[in-house]
């Protein structure tokens, strides 16, 4: 019985294995993957080089450009020959100066706090206004204050942390900051999460352009504080006064190209991306330091160990991902423009994705279940890898671009190093929060999924049409949010 069962099994494997890949000996690539990745591998390096030489990769600054040429330098220096930069130009928003003054309505009892602007605020505020406390600011906390809202500056945690909403999904910091221009505040005030007096930055911009209204984000402590003065000292006076700048800059999105094999799949095209801008505060390592040097450090693997592939493989690193999903909206209109939007079966995209586990498939059924099979073929190799996976959709990356275009979307799951969640847009988010090991993971599951899906003939994945992007959206509770971000391309 027990030759039996290990025959059986052995069929199984011998089974799956032909109906993934016919004439594919996955099981022996993926060994070669595992064992360059664990011995030669080269992301943990390159990312401690470029935080180190460059720092911060805000779009449209100096260091942005620096690292924008280093990445361009190593697809080079990893031996491929088709390296392009896609210049788009765009509106960059940086800060300048910041202050935040918070008093009793008659002028006493006055008192700074620590402070940092959001992007895309405008160039130049300087206001005071009664301070209106809507909790989480979710929907529902807008609608239940109503006409209040107006000409108050609003009080709002970056998270969801008040009773009365548990169970809730958030919204993003633009979203928020959307509803309290809808409803008429002269400025919004977003308390952080995260303990330690860290200050969070990013976007209050839900279409990557200059907002009517000041947008700033104070520390979970001075949120704390304030609603305390609110108890106790009855109605407060915030101030805000900053002056930012704005201005047309050229960006770069970062293209290696590996070329598919296969006369039958010609012009079929995987990509796998990652945004390689950061914000100002540190030197963002690990949004997105971990996906965009996990991205280039599979393009070695694929070179070094000369794989090849039946599919195209683009590799790409965005630029001005934090400033509005710039960088992929650029490349998704020029796919657009050229008709070769529906050519890409499958945008994988790695933000801040670490020590992967498994994948999500996007919404797709059918992908999920072949990410699940290639992934028995991983855990053959490496029992440690989880194969835990899903299908789900969400906002606010480099894949939302392609996903409203109709293309199939997927990433990587796993899990972040301890404190990195606290230093998320932060200025603690530097090198030392990563570990190599975890980075290592990224690289060799990735690359041995990649390769799988390039390879497979049947790829699970089709080009949706917009009524078929739409239903999507509405099956994936989208809506609302892509209506309230200004992205809902059909009628409301």
């Known amino acids: 019985?027990?030759?039996?069962?290990?025959?059986?099994?052995?069929?199984?494997?011998?089974?799956?294995?032909?109906?993934?890949?016919?004439?594919?000996?996955?099981?022996?690539?993926?060994?070669?993957?595992?064992?360059?990745?664990?011995?030669?591998g080269k992301a943990y390096e390159s990312?401690?080089?470029?935080?180190?030489?460059?720092?911060?990769?805000?779009?449209?600054?100096?260091?942005?450009?620096?690292?924008?040429?280093?990445?361009?330098?190593?697809?080079?220096?990893?031996?491929?020959?088709?390296?392009?930069?896609?210049?788009?130009?765009?509106?960059?928003?940086?800060?300048?100066?910041?202050?935040?003054?918070?008093?009793?309505?008659?002028?006493?009892?006055?008192?700074?706090?620590?402070v940092v602007s959001l992007a895309h605020s405008p160039v130049s505020s300087h206001l005071s206004g009664e301070i209106i406390d809507l909790g989480d600011g979710l929907k529902s906390d807008f609608e239940k204050a109503g006409d209040a809202v107006r000409d108050k500056i609003v009080l709002a945690n970056i998270n969801v942390r008040m009773p009365e909403n548990k169970?809730?999904?958030?919204?993003?910091?633009?979203?928020?900051?959307?509803?309290?221009?809808?409803?008429?505040?002269?400025?919004?005030?977003?308390?952080?999460?995260?303990?330690?007096?860290?200050?969070?930055?990013?976007?209050?911009?839900?279409?990557?352009?200059?907002?009517?209204?000041?947008?700033?984000?104070i520390s979970l402590e001075s949120g704390e504080a304030?609603?305390?003065?609110?108890?106790?000292?009855?109605?407060?006076?915030?101030?805000?006064?900053?002056?930012?700048?704005?201005?047309?800059?050229?960006?770069?999105?970062?293209?290696?190209?590996?070329?598919?094999?296969?006369?039958?799949?010609?012009?079929?095209?995987?990509?796998?991306?990652?945004?390689?801008?950061?914000?100002?505060?540190?030197?963002?390592?690990?949004d997105n330091g971990v996906g965009a040097f996990s991205v280039l450090d599979i393009a070695r693997v694929f070179k070094e160990l000369k794989l090849k592939t039946d599919r195209t493989i683009h590799f790409v690193l965005f630029m001005g991902e934090e400033q509005g999903l710039l960088g992929s909206k650029y490349m998704v209109s020029q796919l657009e423009r050229l008709n070769e939007i529906k050519?890409?079966?499958?945008?994988?995209?790695?933000?801040?994705?670490?020590?992967?586990?498994?994948?999500?498939?996007?919404?797709?059924?059918?992908?999920?279940?072949?990410?699940?099979?290639?992934?028995?073929?991983?855990?053959?190799v490496d029992t440690s890898y989880a194969n835990e996976n899903k299908s789900s959709l969400g906002l606010h990356s480099d894949h939302q671009p392609f996903m409203l275009a109709g293309v199939q979307v997927a990433s990587a799951v796993g899990s972040l190093p301890p404190g990195a969640w606290g230093c998320y847009h932060a200025d603690c988010d530097h090198f030392n929060l990563v570990i190599k090991?975890?980075?290592?993971?990224?690289?060799?599951?990735?690359?041995?999924?990649?390769?799988?899906?390039?390879?497979e003939t049947n790829l699970a994945t089709r080009f949706l049409n917009s009524l078929e992007t739409r239903d999507l959206m509405i099956k994936h509770n989208l809506k609302d949010e892509l209506i309230l971000g200004n992205e809902w391309g059909w009628d409301k």
Not at 440 to 447: C, G, K, L, P, Q
């Open 47 to 114: 990312l401690r080089e470029i935080t180190e030489k460059i720092g911060h990769r805000l779009t449209g600054s100096e260091n942005g450009h620096r690292a924008e040429d280093y990445a361009f330098n190593l697809f080079k220096k990893y031996g491929y020959k088709n390296v392009t930069f896609q210049e788009f130009k765009v509106e960059a928003w940086s800060r300048i100066s910041v202050a935040l003054k918070i008093s009793l309505q008659n002028g006493d009892k006055s008192m700074d706090y620590p």
């Open 226 to 286: 304030i609603r305390k003065r609110l108890s106790e000292e009855g109605k407060l006076t915030a101030r805000i006064d900053m002056e930012n700048s704005s201005k047309p800059i050229t960006a770069r999105n970062v293209i290696a190209t590996l070329e598919g094999s296969s006369p039958q799949l010609k012009g079929e095209s995987i990509i796998l991306g990652g945004h390689l801008d950061s914000w100002d505060l540190a030197t963002g390592a690990i």
């Open 437 to 455: 090991e975890q980075l290592d993971n990224n690289v060799r599951y990735v690359a041995m999924m990649l390769y799988a899906l390039a390879n």
């Open 343 to 380: 050519k890409v079966k499958l945008m994988i995209n790695l933000d801040m994705a670490n020590n992967t586990k498994g994948f999500n498939a996007g919404g797709d059924e059918d992908l999920l279940k072949l990410m699940q099979q290639i992934g028995t073929v991983i855990k053959q």
């Open 167 to 217: 169970g809730k999904s958030n919204l993003h910091r633009s979203e928020k900051t959307a509803l309290a221009i809808q409803y008429g505040a002269k400025g919004i005030i977003l308390s952080n999460g995260a303990k330690g007096g860290v200050l969070l930055t990013g976007t209050a911009s839900v279409t990557g352009k200059l907002i009517s209204i000041p947008a700033v984000c």
């Open 1 to 40: 019985m027990l030759k039996k069962n290990i025959g059986i099994a052995a069929l199984i494997i011998l089974i799956t294995s032909f109906i993934l890949h016919p004439g594919k000996d996955l099981k022996s690539v993926f060994r070669k993957i595992n064992e360059n990745v664990l011995h030669q």
